[in-house]
């Protein structure tokens, strides 16, 4: 195991802090005793995990501002001085993305490119895990899982950014910060790609949960757009146990070996349809109905998504501690006890956390938190 306090004291630069997995990630670190500067817009949702949990208490440094902001991000950078960049600040949301792609590009994209920016002129050394996604990758239309050797694609914009942030990042390695070479510049440049996260907190609009707990507590059917589609589904503590599992691979052991892509998802065979979840959540808040409103005009999403975590199994190693069915009923207790207590978020978030610290991994014992 890594020792608890492998991050203690490490200065912590952390874009998109005030979102929904930035404000968790921003108790793990707290946590671990991390010196997080955060870098983000204001949060993007009412209410938001970021100010029901009072997130802002638990970094050290606070900026609201636009990752596309190149000189503001590079100052920012500069004065936290890092050994550890995590970039989270994205346009996350597929539906959005059809409606407002050239924001969904600039910010993925550019901002991309603009926080590797300010690292290279920063002049330290220090490790990079840039967040993706699961759709960063080209469809497999025969529903193998993916691995992080197949190519980049996207058949919607926000799936394209993804992947053209992935070349962004491929790039920047190659040009800037060659894993070969990595005793002259410093910078350890990973990237990660995590499956559908779920967890307590996540407001955001089209999003299945958020539009569950909506539903529910509104005595409404919840309606559902692609009940038979597959997804990744992990509760967030999983793909952040994972970022900070190589963050402190590369503290402890900086080397080329994570310089690389790495996929942090669900158990093989941990399959879980857009249905099912629902009616596990409906089932955990203990009352309530579905019904399908697929239209076929809908813009067109990916059927099924799976990832392979072998790689990160083998050499981190990491591996999940929940199946999808517990994280989509702790989820839902989350919210159902939220629903009557708003002032207990925080108080909610860190029982899971502490809950999710002692479940045993898998049959891996490793290097994870």
Not at 150 to 171: F, H, I, N
Not at 294 to 303: L, N, S
């Amino acid at each position: 195991m890594i020792r608890h306090d492998a991050l203690r004291g490490k200065r912590v630069f952390l874009t998109g802090h005030t979102g929904f997995k930035g404000s968790w990630l921003v108790l793990l670190l707290h946590r671990l005793g991390a010196v997080v500067t955060g870098y983000s817009l204001a949060p993007p949702t009412r209410p938001s995990l970021f100010v029901a949990a009072d997130i802002r208490a638990l970094v050290d440094r606070h900026h609201e501002d636009d990752v596309r902001d190149s000189a503001r991000l590079a100052a920012a950078v500069r004065e936290a001085d890092p050994e550890i960049v995590i970039h989270l600040a994205a346009q996350p949301l597929v539906r959005l993305s059809h409606h407002d792609p050239l924001n969904t590009f600039s910010t993925n994209v550019t901002g991309t490119a603009s926080l590797l920016e300010a690292v290279r002129h920063a002049g330290r050394q220090c490790g990079v895990i840039l967040v993706t996604s699961d759709k960063c990758y080209e469809p497999h239309d025969d529903g193998r899982s993916h691995v992080e050797q197949d190519p980049m694609g996207g058949r919607d914009p926000y799936s394209a950014s993804k992947g053209a942030a992935e070349l962004v990042a491929a790039s920047y390695r190659h040009s800037f910060f060659p894993p070969d070479r990595l005793s002259e510049h410093g910078i350890q440049l990973a990237t990660v790609r995590a499956g559908n996260v779920i967890g307590g907190g996540d407001w955001a609009a089209d999003r299945i949960v958020t539009d569950i707990v909506r539903h529910l507590v509104a005595g409404e059917s919840v309606p559902v757009r692609n009940p038979t589609a597959i997804r990744p589904w992990q509760h967030v503590l999983e793909p952040l146990s994972g970022y900070l599992t190589l963050a402190c691979r590369m503290l402890r052991e900086p080397s080329s070996r994570w310089c690389t892509s790495w996929n942090f998802g669900p158990a093989s065979g941990d399959d879980v349809t857009v249905g099912q979840l629902t009616d596990i959540f409906i089932d955990a808040w203990g009352s309530g109905s579905w019904v399908d409103v697929h239209a076929p005009g809908a813009p067109i999403e990916t059927h099924v998504l799976r990832l392979a975590i072998g790689k990160a199994d083998r050499e981190l190693p990491w591996q999940p501690r929940l199946s999808a069915q517990d994280a989509i009923r702790r989820t839902a207790a989350w919210y159902r006890e939220f629903t009557e207590r708003p002032s207990a978020a925080r108080e909610l978030c860190l029982a899971d956390l502490e809950a999710h610290a002692t479940v045993a991994v898998g049959s891996t014992a490793g290097d994870s938190l």
